[in-house]
């Protein structure tokens, strides 16, 4: 009998491919989360159980984890902007899912960025709060700590074009490799952590499939699609003092990221995934996507 998992935030990027990677698999069956009845339809016609739940409405989550082998969980800081909310969601889930008997509960969790740096990181601390919370409740569970998407270097922090007819990436990593996956490759992961349960129990797993200096990932990008992108020189504390929503908080995570020392593993996410890609294989497979960005 498939073992029902309940994912959260499957119309997301780190949801959406566990779905994927579960409903591709006989031995489980997908109850997929959505706070909108909107979305159950769609979710319905790729072969999920849709239920409508929110973290905020513990009689939603009672139905949601009812009957349920294992879950993915993930929360949203920038959907809220606030630690202590999200705190509060992800201790809602944990509670919710240990009432109903859950066997395997995948957190996706990061570091407390406040306590090892002594910075403030808030979408990192308050998942790092949600983990400890976790951790004491007796529940069988694994925390997967994602690294930076290669998918943001399309979407959230895309080359910027210049005068000159060249692009460059702003990001403040100095000469110290930053590591990096695609979210969408981890679904897979995930799926190979709930196979696993007993080698993955009470673990913190860091998810990484490349480690490459901010200038390297910018060669990759311009070897792929021929055009001329750079890597630019910025100092942490300029890159906090930029004007763009969420600086400073960004600004702590590549601190975190240059001083904190992250544990993520590429060798060990690709055990999970063997086929977890490299940034450059990533890249050539968006190549349209890179070069419609780059006009």
């Known amino acids: 009998m498939s073992k029902i998992i309940v994912v959260f935030g499957a119309t997301g990027a780190q949801g959406g491919a566990v ?16 706070r909108t009845e909107a979305k159950v339809k769609d979710l319905e016609s790729q072969g999920a159980e849709a239920v409508v739940a929110s973290f905020d409405d513990p009689e939603s989550l ?11 969980v993930v929360t949203n800081f920038w959907e809220i902007f606030s630690m202590e909310k ?12 240990k009432a109903a008997g859950v066997k395997h509960f995948i957190f996706s969790g990061l570091e407390n960025v406040k306590d090892t740096i002594g910075k403030d ?8 709060k949600v983990e400890e919370y976790l951790k004491a409740s007796g529940m069988p569970f694994t925390s997967v700590r994602y690294s930076f998407y290669y998918e943001n270097l399309l979407y959230f922090f895309p080359p910027q074009k210049q005068s000159d007819g060249t692009f460059t990436i702003t990001i403040p990593m100095g000469s110290t490799p930053m590591d990096a996956v695609s979210v969408a490759d981890m679904g897979v992961a995930v799926r190979s952590i709930l196979n696993d349960r007993d080698a993955y129990s009470g673990k913190f797993i860091g998810l990484s499939g490349d480690r490459l200096k901010i200038a390297e990932y910018a060669d990759v990008i ?7 992108v750079k890597s630019v020189d910025i100092s942490i504390d300029d890159y906090s003092k930029l004007t763009f929503p969420g600086a400073a908080e960004l600004g702590a995570m590549f601190d975190f990221y240059v001083r904190g020392n992250p544990d993520r593993s590429v060798e060990l996410t690709r055990k999970l995934n063997p086929k977890t890609r490299t940034f450059e294989q990533w890249t050539t497979e968006n190549k349209d996507a890179f070069l419609k960005l780059l006009n």
């Open 19 to 34: 779905m994927k990677a579960l409903l591709a698999d006989p031995n489980y069956k997908v109850r997929a989360v959505t």
């Open 121 to 128: 990181c808030y979408h990192f601390d308050g998942k790092a």
């Open 62 to 72: 009672k139905k949601a984890f009812a009957g349920a082998y294992g879950a993915f």
């Open 86 to 97: 999200e705190i509060e969601q992800g201790k809602a889930a944990v509670d919710a899912a």
């Open 222 to 228: 311009s070897r792929v699609t021929g055009k001329t």
